[in-house]
């Protein structure tokens, strides 16, 4: 590991690639025989969805969105902005919103509001990681989850720290030592 402030792996690439393609056979084996629309969400989720959908047999289309989240002080505030929209109509089709991770929920359930709102034929959630020590929104209707992680600082396989770490193979524990010397985030 020659991150230093990564302070331990949490997942390795074997342990995410194993997986990654089981939650791709379930997905073809649920979606058989019907047009699969899979959204995600810029940029963490990248990572996942490539690996995902390069492990899928069926027919399938992707679209992106991406947001911005608000936050005032520490922690999440729930506030959320549409910065890039669907390029794909969602109408009387099956879409699935994978996801890397899901933490409190408030940022999927803004997503799944506005999607629903487009009337797709079914929509549920594919998400890698989720934190549910944090929940808030707990009526997400998460068909497929990878992980279930705990309450730590996690990056890598898309997920960042300044923008920095996605590209790390594995999802490592950011270590409270390096994060209480670093100076808060703006």
Known sequence: MATPEISQVLLTEEQIRVRVRDLAAEIDRDYAGRALLMVTVLKGALYFLADLTRAMEIPLA???MAISS???GKGPSGAVRLIKDLDEDLTGRHVLLVEDIIDTGLTASYILRALQARDPADLAICTLLDKTARRIAHTLPIRYRGFEVPDLFLVGYGLDYRQFHRNLPYVGV?????LRR???SS
């Not at 950011?174 to 390096?178: N, P, S, V, Y």
């Open 70 to 72: 608000y936050r005032g």
């Open 182 to 184: 670093e100076p808060a």
């Open 174 to 178: 950011i270590g409270d030592d390096f």
């Open 62 to 64: 992707i679209d992106f």
